[in-house]
Nanobody, 124 residues
Framework: QVQLVESGGGLVQAGGSLRLSCAASGSIFSFHAMGWYRQTPGNQRALVAGITSTGITNYADSAKGRFTISRDNAKNTVYLQMSSLKPEDTSVYYC??????????????????WGQGTQVTVSS
């Protein structure tokens, strides 16, 4: 019932910037939290950034100071602004959403809903 569609990925040189967008269907922004994850070499999905309905944010250590998560409720969209990109940021990035309070600002439990992913490649 909930659909999350990511866009904005692509190829960028190290030090460059990208903005990822996640367009949500349904009333997803009435739920507790949304966030961005990325695939790891071990085929896990690790939190990059999360945000609750009340504005509490959570960032991976590697993202702090470089990435910013934000929401536009009128457009039913969540964004991830990425700057100072590094080759190690290369991954498939997934939008995620959760209706459960236990999700907090994401990264605590596996999210209830996932997008299809968008590829980000950072060249050295």
């Amino acid at each position: 019932q909930v659909q999350l569609v990511e866009s904005g990925g692509g190829l960028v040189q190290a030090g460059g910037s990208l903005r990822l967008s996640c367009a949500a269907s349904g009333s997803i922004f009435s739920f507790h939290a949304m966030g961005w994850y990325r695939q790891t070499p071990g085929n896990q999905r690790a939190l990059v950034a999360g945000i609750t309905s009340t504005g509490i944010t959570n960032y991976a250590d590697s993202a702090k100071g470089r990435f910013t998560i934000s929401r536009d409720n009128a457009k039913n969209t969540v964004y991830l602004q990425m700057s100072s990109l590094k080759p190690e940021d290369t991954s498939v990035y997934y939008c995620a959403a959760d209706y459960r309070q236990a999700a907090q600002a994401m990264g605590v439990i596996p999210p209830a809903y996932w997008g299809q992913g968008t590829q980000v490649t950072v060249s050295s």
